[in-house]
């Protein structure tokens, strides 16, 4: 048989429970533009947008980035805030420089954003320097 509570009020008992959101974010990321021409020795900015979100609130300043290219060399990374609405975007400088690669230099463009209870959510998009 199921013990009732003594004073009859069943909510103390789901009062108590906090619930939280066990999924992360979500992310999207997008890249002004996937392929560019080669510059030489120079770097070319390129805008990278997207949005986040998630039902149990988004920590606005948790928005990070890392970039990497196929060569395995680490390039740029930081950090960017999150609008109210989930928007963000930010500028990020590419090298335009690359190795005798028949088919281009591409870059991977991480994003990570974290939510209220600490889940991370992520995302990505490249950019490739044409040949």
């Given at each position: 048989m199921f013990p009732y509570p003594?004073?009859?009020?069943f909510r103390l008992a789901f009062e108590s429970e906090e619930?939280?959101?066990?999924?992360?974010?979500?992310?999207t990321a997008a890249a002004e533009a996937a392929t560019v021409?080669?510059?030489?020795?120079?770097?070319l900015p390129v805008i990278v947008w997207g949005l986040v979100r998630d039902e149990s609130g988004v920590n606005l300043t948790s928005g990070a980035y890392a970039v990497t290219d196929?060569?395995?060399?680490?390039?740029?990374?930081?950090?960017?805030?999150?609008?109210?609405?989930?928007?963000?975007?930010?500028?990020?400088?590419?090298e335009t420089r690359r190795a005798d690669d028949?088919?281009?230099?591409?870059?991977?463009?991480?994003?990570?954003?974290?939510?209220?209870?600490?889940?991370?959510?992520?995302?990505?998009?490249?950019?490739t320097i044409r040949r």
């Open positions: 003594a004073n009859g009020d619930v939280t959101d066990p999924t992360p974010p979500a992310v021409p080669p510059l030489g020795d120079r770097r196929e060569y395995g060399q680490v390039e740029p990374q930081g950090s960017f805030s999150i609008k109210q609405d989930g928007r963000y975007s930010f500028v990020v400088w590419l028949r088919d281009g230099r591409r870059f991977l463009i991480t994003v990570t954003a974290e939510e209220e209870d600490g889940h991370v959510g992520i995302a990505s998009t490249t950019v």
